[in-house]
């Protein structure tokens, strides 16, 4: 059945096509009889202007054709202005491209663009620089007053292809945002302020859950925020705040994500002189990937 609809509208263009060659060529026949052969001499030099009128109406599509590329090409260019190029490349993981893009950006007052900044430099490792911009973007007024317009909705358009898309709404970019912060500062040592951010993207998580529309991805960011708090908690001798959050990690099959949240765990209990419990969790440490666990499972649990 398809392949007998295929051939009835070939055969339907095709007539179409011949139609309109008929239609064109009767048009010149008619302009040629009543109007050019005025303007001639004689017949011969009336069908040499025929053939001329194709040549210049062929000419003038091209031209035509020509224009619309040229429009059509700038276009393009005027869109994808360095912001636009810097989001393509983050998305695309090119962090290094994406930083020469937004460091050429004219946007520089855009809480969009300090957010892509953040975000770029936060890829890099470069902590202090990535703190700097994601603080603007958390203390932003326009990010807290969180509403169902999305944060940022971009696109970059390619010549004659698909054109790639990145939508990102207000509550994500938040949560991103204090994730970003709280992982910063635990590089840079600063535990306490990691888990106030880390605090705050539970809570925005937590409240605004229904906007994200991607589950594993809230899972996962949920289970970083925790493993966030867990260490940080650690690091600062808050051995029952570290506890809760890594039996948060595990709870929420994180372990795979993070097999050190094991390995506290362990350390956790071995300080409260729960052996078997300690070295279990450093067994499952030691299978999920932590080669470190092995270790402590020298030492403890003999």
Not at 5 to 25: E, H, S, V
Request: hydrophobic share 35%; proline share 1%; glycine share 4%.
């Amino acid at each position: 059945m398809l392949e007998f609809i295929q051939k009835r509208m070939k055969k339907y263009f095709r007539n179409m096509k011949n139609d309109l060659i008929d239609i064109i060529l009767k048009c010149y026949d008619f302009i040629g009889k009543y109007f050019l052969r005025f303007l001639v001499d004689d017949y011969k030099n009336l069908n040499q202007m025929k053939k001329l009128i194709v040549k210049t109406s062929i000419g003038g599509i091209f031209i035509i054709f020509l224009i619309f590329v040229f429009e059509y090409s700038y276009n393009i260019i005027d869109h994808n202005n360095e912001f636009v190029n810097a989001v393509d490349k983050y998305y695309q993981g090119n962090y290094k491209e994406a930083n020469d893009c937004i460091e050429k950006s004219a946007n520089s007052n855009s809480v969009e663009e300090y957010f892509i900044r953040g975000s770029i430099n936060y890829k890099l490792s470069n902590y202090n620089k990535a703190l700097q911009d994601l603080a603007v973007v958390s203390d932003s007024e326009y990010l807290k007053n969180i509403d169902s317009l999305p944060f940022f909705d971009i696109y970059k358009l390619h010549f004659f292809s698909e054109r790639n898309h990145y939508t990102l709404y207000k509550p994500n970019a938040y949560v991103e945002t204090c994730l970003m912060k709280s992982e910063c500062k635990l590089k840079l040592k600063d535990y306490r302020g990691a888990i106030l951010d880390a605090k705050k993207g539970i809570d925005s998580l937590v409240k605004y859950q229904n906007w994200f529309d991607d589950k594993p991805q809230l899972n996962k960011i949920f289970i970083s925020l925790n493993y966030n708090i867990g260490l940080s908690s650690y690091k600062i001798n808050d051995i029952n705040q570290s506890l809760n959050s890594f039996n948060t990690v595990i709870k929420f099959k994180g372990g795979h994500l993070y097999p050190k949240a094991y390995t506290f765990k362990g350390l956790i209990l071995q300080m409260k002189k729960e052996k078997d419990s300690a070295c279990f969790y450093y067994s499952k440490a030691g299978e999920l990937g932590d080669t470190n666990a092995y270790s402590y499972i020298k030492k403890y649990c003999k």
